[in-house]
Protein backbone atom coordinates (compact mmCIF):
# COMPACT_ATOMS: atom_id res chain seq x y z
CA UNK A 1 0.00 0.00 0.00
CA UNK A 2 1.24 3.75 -0.29
CA UNK A 3 3.46 5.02 2.24
CA UNK A 4 1.32 7.55 4.83
CA UNK A 5 3.90 9.07 7.69
CA UNK A 6 0.93 10.21 9.46
CA UNK A 7 1.55 10.28 13.33
CA UNK A 8 -1.13 7.53 15.32
CA UNK A 9 -2.63 11.30 17.36
CA UNK A 10 -3.62 12.30 13.58
CA UNK A 11 -5.12 9.48 12.18
CA UNK A 12 -7.16 8.57 15.79
CA UNK A 13 -7.98 12.65 15.48
CA UNK A 14 -9.21 11.91 11.94
CA UNK A 15 -10.98 8.38 12.66
CA UNK A 16 -13.02 10.38 15.33
CA UNK A 17 -14.10 13.26 12.51
CA UNK A 18 -15.52 9.99 10.74
CA UNK A 19 -17.09 8.79 13.53
CA UNK A 20 -18.89 11.91 13.88
CA UNK A 21 -19.94 12.00 10.52
CA UNK A 22 -21.33 8.73 10.51
CA UNK A 23 -23.14 9.91 13.60
CA UNK A 24 -24.65 13.60 12.43
CA UNK A 25 -25.61 11.15 9.12
CA UNK A 26 -26.11 7.85 9.39
CA UNK A 27 -25.83 6.05 6.40
CA UNK A 28 -28.17 2.75 6.52
CA UNK A 29 -27.06 0.98 3.54
CA UNK A 30 -29.72 -1.71 2.41
CA UNK A 31 -28.09 -5.75 2.69
CA UNK A 32 -27.16 -7.12 -0.71
CA UNK A 33 -28.82 -10.56 -1.34
CA UNK A 34 -25.96 -10.85 -3.91
CA UNK A 35 -23.29 -11.04 -1.15
CA UNK A 36 -24.43 -13.98 0.75
CA UNK A 37 -22.65 -16.51 2.36
CA UNK A 38 -23.70 -18.80 -0.55
CA UNK A 39 -23.00 -16.66 -3.44
CA UNK A 40 -19.20 -16.05 -1.89
CA UNK A 41 -18.42 -19.38 -1.22
CA UNK A 42 -20.09 -20.33 -4.13
CA UNK A 43 -17.36 -18.59 -6.15
CA UNK A 44 -14.26 -20.01 -4.17
CA UNK A 45 -15.64 -23.31 -5.23
CA UNK A 46 -14.42 -22.09 -8.79
CA UNK A 47 -11.14 -22.02 -7.24
CA UNK A 48 -11.35 -25.11 -5.97
CA UNK A 49 -11.91 -24.30 -2.54
CA UNK A 50 -15.29 -26.03 -1.48
CA UNK A 51 -17.17 -26.16 2.21
CA UNK A 52 -20.10 -25.69 4.01
CA UNK A 53 -21.40 -21.94 4.15
CA UNK A 54 -23.91 -22.53 6.71
CA UNK A 55 -21.67 -23.16 9.16
CA UNK A 56 -19.61 -20.38 9.09
CA UNK A 57 -18.31 -18.14 11.43
CA UNK A 58 -18.65 -14.44 10.48
CA UNK A 59 -16.81 -10.79 10.84
CA UNK A 60 -18.63 -7.70 9.40
CA UNK A 61 -15.76 -5.31 9.95
CA UNK A 62 -17.03 -2.00 9.38
CA UNK A 63 -20.71 -3.20 9.44
CA UNK A 64 -22.36 -0.01 9.61
CA UNK A 65 -26.20 0.12 10.98
CA UNK A 66 -25.93 -4.60 10.06
CA UNK A 67 -27.71 -4.65 7.84
CA UNK A 68 -25.54 -7.02 5.85
CA UNK A 69 -24.24 -8.62 9.34
CA UNK A 70 -28.06 -9.62 10.11
CA UNK A 71 -28.89 -11.00 6.68
CA UNK A 72 -25.28 -13.25 6.79
CA UNK A 73 -26.70 -13.90 10.62
CA UNK A 74 -29.82 -15.22 9.65
CA UNK A 75 -28.59 -17.71 6.41
CA UNK A 76 -25.60 -19.24 8.80
CA UNK A 77 -25.81 -20.98 12.28
CA UNK A 78 -22.32 -19.27 13.38
CA UNK A 79 -20.95 -16.74 15.45
CA UNK A 80 -21.56 -13.50 13.93
CA UNK A 81 -19.12 -9.96 14.92
CA UNK A 82 -19.55 -6.78 13.84
CA UNK A 83 -17.28 -3.73 14.27
CA UNK A 84 -18.05 -0.06 13.53
CA UNK A 85 -16.21 3.38 14.19
CA UNK A 86 -19.77 4.94 14.61
CA UNK A 87 -22.03 4.87 18.31
CA UNK A 88 -25.23 5.13 16.54
CA UNK A 89 -24.60 2.75 13.40
CA UNK A 90 -23.61 -0.03 16.31
CA UNK A 91 -26.49 1.08 18.33
CA UNK A 92 -29.08 0.57 15.15
CA UNK A 93 -26.42 -2.65 14.23
CA UNK A 94 -27.25 -4.35 18.16
CA UNK A 95 -31.11 -3.37 18.13
CA UNK A 96 -31.18 -5.19 14.35
CA UNK A 97 -29.18 -8.58 15.41
CA UNK A 98 -30.77 -9.05 18.90
CA UNK A 99 -32.86 -11.45 17.57
CA UNK A 100 -29.48 -13.62 17.27
CA UNK A 101 -28.92 -13.32 21.01
CA UNK A 102 -25.37 -14.35 22.15
CA UNK A 103 -23.93 -16.00 19.18
CA UNK A 104 -23.85 -12.13 17.49
CA UNK A 105 -21.73 -9.25 19.23
CA UNK A 106 -21.27 -5.86 18.09
CA UNK A 107 -18.39 -4.13 18.92
CA UNK A 108 -18.03 -0.09 18.64
CA UNK A 109 -14.24 0.93 18.01
CA UNK A 110 -11.77 3.03 16.08
CA UNK A 111 -10.30 0.37 13.72
CA UNK A 112 -6.83 1.27 15.32
CA UNK A 113 -7.75 -0.20 18.43
CA UNK A 114 -8.94 -3.55 16.70
CA UNK A 115 -6.88 -6.84 17.35
CA UNK A 116 -7.47 -10.58 16.15
CA UNK A 117 -7.08 -12.00 19.39
CA UNK A 118 -9.79 -10.07 20.66
CA UNK A 119 -12.08 -10.14 18.17
CA UNK A 120 -11.25 -14.28 17.22
CA UNK A 121 -11.20 -16.10 13.78
CA UNK A 122 -13.72 -16.37 11.18
CA UNK A 123 -14.25 -17.94 8.10
CA UNK A 124 -15.88 -15.20 6.39
CA UNK A 125 -14.65 -11.16 6.53
CA UNK A 126 -16.63 -8.53 5.05
CA UNK A 127 -15.32 -5.28 4.47
CA UNK A 128 -17.97 -3.21 2.65
CA UNK A 129 -17.69 0.14 1.85
CA UNK A 130 -14.84 1.57 4.16
CA UNK A 131 -11.10 0.95 3.04
CA UNK A 132 -11.28 3.00 0.03
CA UNK A 133 -12.23 6.59 2.33
CA UNK A 134 -9.30 5.85 4.82
CA UNK A 135 -5.78 7.21 5.09
CA UNK A 136 -2.98 4.54 4.13
CA UNK A 137 -2.14 4.04 7.34
CA UNK A 138 -5.47 2.83 8.52
CA UNK A 139 -5.57 0.53 5.35
CA UNK A 140 -2.96 -1.20 5.79
CA UNK A 141 -3.86 -1.78 9.47
CA UNK A 142 -7.18 -3.37 8.29
CA UNK A 143 -5.81 -5.30 5.51
CA UNK A 144 -3.68 -7.03 8.38
CA UNK A 145 -6.20 -7.65 10.75
CA UNK A 146 -8.62 -9.05 7.75
CA UNK A 147 -5.49 -11.43 7.27
CA UNK A 148 -5.08 -12.29 10.91
CA UNK A 149 -8.61 -12.47 11.30
CA UNK A 150 -9.33 -15.34 9.18
CA UNK A 151 -8.99 -18.81 9.50
CA UNK A 152 -7.06 -21.45 7.13
CA UNK A 153 -9.34 -21.66 4.32
CA UNK A 154 -11.41 -18.38 5.09
CA UNK A 155 -12.75 -16.05 2.27
CA UNK A 156 -12.84 -12.01 2.92
CA UNK A 157 -15.03 -9.42 0.32
CA UNK A 158 -13.60 -6.51 0.10
CA UNK A 159 -15.36 -3.23 -1.92
CA UNK A 160 -13.05 -0.80 -2.97
CA UNK A 161 -13.18 1.66 -5.98
CA UNK A 162 -10.50 0.58 -8.97
CA UNK A 163 -9.94 1.96 -12.42
CA UNK A 164 -10.25 5.31 -14.11
CA UNK A 165 -13.08 6.61 -13.23
CA UNK A 166 -12.67 6.46 -9.73
CA UNK A 167 -9.34 8.00 -10.08
CA UNK A 168 -11.16 11.23 -11.72
CA UNK A 169 -13.42 10.91 -8.82
CA UNK A 170 -10.86 11.26 -6.60
CA UNK A 171 -9.55 14.50 -8.29
CA UNK A 172 -13.17 16.51 -7.93
CA UNK A 173 -12.64 14.70 -4.37
CA UNK A 174 -9.86 17.27 -3.25
CA UNK A 175 -11.50 19.89 -5.04
CA UNK A 176 -15.35 19.72 -3.37
CA UNK A 177 -13.04 19.22 -0.41
CA UNK A 178 -11.45 22.58 -0.47
CA UNK A 179 -14.76 23.96 -1.38
CA UNK A 180 -16.73 23.15 1.09
CA UNK A 181 -16.87 24.36 5.13
CA UNK A 182 -15.71 21.03 7.07
CA UNK A 183 -18.19 22.79 10.29
CA UNK A 184 -21.10 22.96 8.40
CA UNK A 185 -23.68 20.46 8.48
CA UNK A 186 -23.57 18.03 6.00
CA UNK A 187 -26.86 19.23 4.14
CA UNK A 188 -25.18 22.62 3.62
CA UNK A 189 -22.00 20.77 2.73
CA UNK A 190 -23.58 18.31 -0.04
CA UNK A 191 -25.73 21.82 -1.33
CA UNK A 192 -22.38 23.40 -1.88
CA UNK A 193 -20.42 20.90 -3.11
CA UNK A 194 -23.22 20.50 -5.87
CA UNK A 195 -23.04 24.07 -6.99
CA UNK A 196 -19.91 23.48 -7.52
CA UNK A 197 -20.00 20.54 -9.71
CA UNK A 198 -22.43 22.34 -11.89
CA UNK A 199 -19.79 25.35 -12.43
CA UNK A 200 -17.23 22.75 -13.24
CA UNK A 201 -19.76 20.86 -15.73
CA UNK A 202 -20.22 24.11 -17.20
CA UNK A 203 -17.10 25.39 -17.50
CA UNK A 204 -15.99 21.47 -19.06
CA UNK A 205 -19.03 21.74 -21.57
CA UNK A 206 -17.52 25.03 -23.36
CA UNK A 207 -14.05 23.27 -24.01
CA UNK A 208 -13.03 21.53 -26.99
CA UNK A 209 -12.41 17.74 -27.14
CA UNK A 210 -13.72 15.03 -26.17
CA UNK A 211 -15.13 15.78 -22.68
CA UNK A 212 -17.31 12.34 -22.28
CA UNK A 213 -15.80 10.79 -19.49
CA UNK A 214 -15.66 13.36 -17.28
CA UNK A 215 -18.58 14.45 -18.17
CA UNK A 216 -20.00 11.40 -17.12
CA UNK A 217 -18.12 11.09 -13.99
CA UNK A 218 -19.68 14.76 -13.26
CA UNK A 219 -23.03 13.27 -13.69
CA UNK A 220 -22.44 10.01 -11.87
CA UNK A 221 -21.20 12.06 -9.00
CA UNK A 222 -24.20 14.68 -8.77
CA UNK A 223 -26.47 12.36 -8.77
CA UNK A 224 -25.23 10.31 -5.95
CA UNK A 225 -27.93 10.49 -2.91
CA UNK A 226 -26.79 12.95 -0.53
CA UNK A 227 -25.61 10.24 2.28
CA UNK A 228 -23.32 8.57 0.18
CA UNK A 229 -22.41 11.80 -1.36
CA UNK A 230 -20.93 13.33 1.74
CA UNK A 231 -19.65 10.04 3.19
CA UNK A 232 -17.52 9.33 0.06
CA UNK A 233 -17.01 12.41 -1.91
CA UNK A 234 -16.79 14.90 1.24
CA UNK A 235 -14.74 12.31 3.31
CA UNK A 236 -11.53 13.06 4.80
CA UNK A 237 -9.81 10.58 2.58
CA UNK A 238 -11.48 9.04 -0.62
CA UNK A 239 -9.37 7.28 -3.27
CA UNK A 240 -9.02 4.00 -5.84
CA UNK A 241 -6.87 1.36 -5.17
CA UNK A 242 -5.81 -1.68 -7.55
CA UNK A 243 -6.50 -5.09 -7.40
CA UNK A 244 -2.77 -5.70 -7.76
CA UNK A 245 -2.46 -3.28 -4.84
CA UNK A 246 -4.69 -5.55 -2.73
CA UNK A 247 -3.13 -9.14 -3.91
CA UNK A 248 0.56 -7.74 -2.68
CA UNK A 249 -0.39 -6.32 0.37
CA UNK A 250 -3.01 -9.08 1.58
CA UNK A 251 -0.27 -12.05 -0.17
CA UNK A 252 2.28 -11.09 2.06
CA UNK A 253 0.12 -12.68 4.88
CA UNK A 254 -1.47 -15.40 3.19
CA UNK A 255 -4.52 -14.00 1.58
CA UNK A 256 -5.01 -14.26 -2.14
CA UNK A 257 -7.42 -12.83 -5.07
CA UNK A 258 -9.83 -15.02 -6.66
CA UNK A 259 -12.10 -13.18 -8.38
CA UNK A 260 -14.46 -9.90 -8.29
CA UNK A 261 -18.20 -11.39 -7.04
CA UNK A 262 -19.59 -10.34 -10.81
CA UNK A 263 -16.65 -12.31 -12.38
CA UNK A 264 -14.40 -11.26 -14.70
CA UNK A 265 -13.16 -14.12 -17.04
CA UNK A 266 -10.13 -15.16 -15.97
CA UNK A 267 -8.27 -17.98 -16.02
CA UNK A 268 -9.00 -19.60 -13.23
CA UNK A 269 -5.82 -21.88 -12.94
CA UNK A 270 -3.48 -18.28 -13.24
CA UNK A 271 -1.61 -17.19 -10.27
CA UNK A 272 -3.34 -15.00 -8.02
CA UNK A 273 -1.01 -12.18 -9.26
CA UNK A 274 -1.84 -12.67 -12.93
CA UNK A 275 -5.74 -12.46 -12.17
CA UNK A 276 -5.00 -9.11 -10.23
CA UNK A 277 -3.15 -7.72 -13.03
CA UNK A 278 -5.96 -8.74 -15.57
CA UNK A 279 -8.26 -6.88 -13.18
CA UNK A 280 -6.54 -3.71 -13.23
CA UNK A 281 -6.70 -3.95 -17.26
CA UNK A 282 -10.38 -4.58 -17.13
CA UNK A 283 -10.67 -1.39 -15.04
CA UNK A 284 -8.71 0.82 -17.03
CA UNK A 285 -11.65 1.50 -19.82
CA UNK A 286 -13.41 2.96 -16.74
CA UNK A 287 -13.71 0.77 -13.63
CA UNK A 288 -16.00 1.54 -10.50
CA UNK A 289 -16.79 -0.23 -7.43
CA UNK A 290 -16.46 -3.29 -7.58
CA UNK A 291 -16.57 -6.86 -4.36
CA UNK A 292 -13.33 -8.76 -4.51
CA UNK A 293 -12.94 -12.21 -2.84
CA UNK A 294 -9.40 -13.22 -1.44
CA UNK A 295 -8.98 -16.54 0.27
CA UNK A 296 -6.52 -16.92 2.75
CA UNK A 297 -4.16 -20.20 2.29
CA UNK A 298 -4.53 -23.35 4.00
CA UNK A 299 -7.76 -25.95 4.68
CA UNK A 300 -10.20 -25.60 7.89
CA UNK A 301 -11.05 -29.10 9.35
CA UNK A 302 -14.86 -28.54 8.37
CA UNK A 303 -13.75 -27.92 4.36
CA UNK A 304 -15.22 -30.18 2.36
Known amino acids: MPSDPVDDDVLRDRN ?3 ASDYDRMPYDEPASPSLDPGHIFALAARYGHARNHRDVDILDLGCGTGAQLERAAGLTTGNVVGTDISQAA ?3 AQARTARFGSRCRIVHADALDLAAD ?9 HIGVIYVTPPAVQRHLLGLIADCLKPGGVALISYCVG ?13 RARVDSTASPQEQVRVAREQIKTIANTVARQSGDQRLIGGVLQQVYRTPDTVFFHEMLSGSFGPLTTSELERALGERGVHFLN ?9 HAS ?4 AMTADAYSFSGGGYVNGVFRKDGQDPTDI
Open 260 to 268: WMQPAPFDP
Open 16 to 18: ARI
Open 272 to 275: PQAR
Open 118 to 126: DLGRFDLIY
Open 90 to 92: CET
Open 164 to 176: TVPLLMAGLHRVL
